[in-house]
């Protein structure tokens, strides 16, 4: 129970100064102040929790009905865990002075055993409870406040976000569209590239085949027999047309006539000759830097003729004759 000028000593205040450094409260004593029997329940239990800081309460549990514990040293040591989370911690801010509300009981941290245990009720003057329970009240409402706030606030991000994602969606569609499209032109692009690369294998083949053939022309006539077998080639092609220039000729009496014996003129003969006999005679008979005599020409003549007699058994050349008729006349 709660006695009025108690003869009991309080618990604390051997302590005091043996542990000022852990800013254990004075001892005082006024006219008016509740004092508290150190035999409760609720109080040893507290008591428990301090005998690691003070060792000297160890001794006491076994007579604490003989103590009290005064007002100043209950309000430090019973209601709340400031001092004893400060003796645990001593980087922890701690303060001798009683705040406002140090008479409310942290209900949680004692263990209430029984309504009759004494010193552990705390008279709230009625002013001080209004205003903590308006202080509550407009703590509550701020925090209401900041909550409707923040729920507006996180509606509107939220909203954001959705129609940024709905933005997102649309977007990733069109892509998806673009992509499509432009696998289709890589695939046309493929084929094309396909295309080029056939052109370009046949243009380096037909270029390949090319160069073969010039170096083959090129080298046609570069050894004797490739000469040979060319002309043979031009030999074969010819000899037939030679064959009917030769019937023509023995068909053709006028050639014997005098006047034309007489009017023979060897670059005239020649021209009416077979031109590819004529000009291979050309070509083998002509010297580099030679001007060329009608002595030579008419060599040339004899050589064709020659070549008629050899291709025609039949064949009579008009060439000794209009030799005779020339003589013939200049004598």
């Not at 263990?111 to 509550?140: A, F, H, P, R």
């Amino acid at each position: 129970m709660d006695t009025e000028d108690s003869p009991l000593p309080c618990l604390f205040s051997t302590l005091v100064k043996t542990y000022e450094h852990k800013k254990l409260s004075e001892y005082k004593t006024k006219e008016k102040q509740r004092i508290r029997n150190a035999d409760t329940n609720a109080i040893k239990t507290r008591i428990k929790l301090f005998e690691p800081h003070f060792v000297e309460l160890s001794s006491f549990q076994n007579k604490l009905e003989k103590y009290t514990i005064c007002e100043k040293h209950y309000n430090q040591i019973v209601p709340k865990d400031n001092y004893l989370n400060y003796l645990n911690d001593d980087s922890l801010p701690y303060s001798r002075k009683r705040s406002r509300n140090s008479n409310t009981l942290n209900l949680n941290d004692m263990q209430i055993e029984s309504s009759t245990d004494i010193g552990i009720q705390v008279k709230l003057d009625s002013i001080d409870s209004n205003n903590n329970l308006l202080m509550q009240i407009k703590i509550l409402k701020d925090s209401l406040n900041t909550l409707t706030t923040n729920h507006s606030k996180q509606a509107q991000i939220i909203e954001n976000k959705n129609n940024k994602i709905f933005e997102l969606e649309h977007e990733c569609e069109y892509l998806k569209k673009e992509i499509a499209d432009y696998n289709n032109k890589l695939g046309n692009l493929n084929l094309y590239k396909n295309q080029v690369e056939a052109l370009i294998n046949e243009k380096n083949k037909l270029s390949s085949e090319n160069i073969y053939l010039k170096n083959q022309w090129n080298e046609r006539y570069n050894t004797q027999q490739k000469r040979i077998t060319e002309i043979t080639k031009i030999a074969s092609l010819e000899r037939k047309f030679l064959y009917n220039d030769i019937i023509y000729l023995i068909n053709d009496c006028n050639r014997f006539f005098l006047e034309n014996l007489l009017a023979f003129n060897p670059l005239n003969w020649l021209k009416y000759q077979n031109p590819v006999i004529v000009k291979f005679i050309e070509i083998l008979t002509d010297n580099d830097d030679e001007q060329i005599s009608q002595k030579k020409i008419f060599k040339r003549i004899v050589a064709i003729d020659a070549i008629y007699k050899l291709r025609h058994n039949k064949y009579v050349s008009e060439i000794n004759l209009a030799a005779s008729a020339i003589k013939y006349t200049i004598a």
